[in-house]
């Protein structure tokens, strides 16, 4: 008797699943409509959130900047001793943006005021001479999170400086406008290359604030010291000496990067 009771309630139970299906009024239709509704609605989202999750907005192609610099000598060299000067550099990303880190390649120069003399004349004319250096090189940045507020990189360099001595003369023409003569009085180039890193801080999206150093190694080289150079009675130069001296630098950028 109760087996046949509990056949007969199975039974209902499979009769009022089957019509509740059937019928697309009753309260288990609308159940499980509402359940696939639902379903439907948070794909969308969820679809739209994994595409994003690794999305770096702000990521740019093209990187411009521009710098003040500071170099010195790690040897302690008097003849390159607290340069100072600026720089530029451009640079393109290599990578995709949605991916967590950017690769920049470009051309990279700096220039690097050594120190000298200057002397006016008795007719105003003034002399000067200044110990210089050029540096040009192509560049590799390495960053990580590019599209974070602060971004760090790491970068390695290779090219050439050139070193040179100038004497400046400025006076003034027929029309009392100032003229200046240039000249190299000597100059010599060395291979280089470095390594180095600092952080870019985002002020915008399309601007950032770039603090960087750099550690350059070159030759050895024969460069003018900027305190032999003397001056004759009459402001003319007499003479100057050269210095055997190592061309590694330590080498200070503060600058802004114009991000397209």
């Not at 008797?1 to 139970?13: N, Y």
């Not at 639902?38 to 990521?59: H, K």
């Not at 051309?107 to 690097?112: E, I, M, V």
Request: net charge positive; glycine share 10%.
């Amino acid at each position: 008797m109760k087996k046949l009771h509990f056949t007969t309630l199975f039974f209902l139970l499979i009769s009022t699943f089957g019509f509740a299906q059937r019928n697309p009024n009753t309260n288990a239709s609308k159940f499980f409509k509402k359940i696939n509704k639902d379903s439907i609605q948070t794909n969308p989202v969820q679809a739209q959130f994994s595409d994003n999750l690794f999305e770096n907005e702000g990521v740019n192609k093209l990187q411009l900047g521009a710098y003040l610099n500071y170099g010195n000598s790690p040897t302690y060299s008097k003849v390159l001793e607290n340069g100072i000067g600026f720089g530029f550099k451009i640079g393109g990303n290599w990578l995709s943006k949605n991916m967590p880190i950017s690769l920049y390649t470009g051309l990279g120069f700096d220039y690097l005021y050594f120190g000298g003399k200057k002397i006016t004349q008795s007719n105003n004319v003034d002399v000067s001479i200044n110990s210089n250096t050029y540096g040009w090189y192509p560049y590799l940045d390495f960053e990580i999170g590019p599209s974070w507020p602060i971004t760090l990189f790491g970068t390695a360099y290779w090219g050439g400086r050139f070193f040179y001595t100038r004497q400046n003369i400025t006076y003034l023409d027929a029309n009392n406008q100032s003229k200046t003569n240039t000249k190299n009085l000597e100059g010599d180039v060395t291979k280089i290359y470095g390594i180095g890193g600092g952080i870019k801080l985002k002020l915008s999206p399309s601007l950032k604030l770039e603090l960087k150093y750099q550690q350059n190694f070159g030759n050895v080289l024969n460069i003018v010291d900027p305190n032999s150079i003397k001056f004759d009675n009459y402001g003319n130069l007499e003479s100057y000496q050269n210095q055997t001296t190592d061309t590694d630098l330590n080498m200070l950028f503060v600058g802004i990067l114009f991000c397209l």
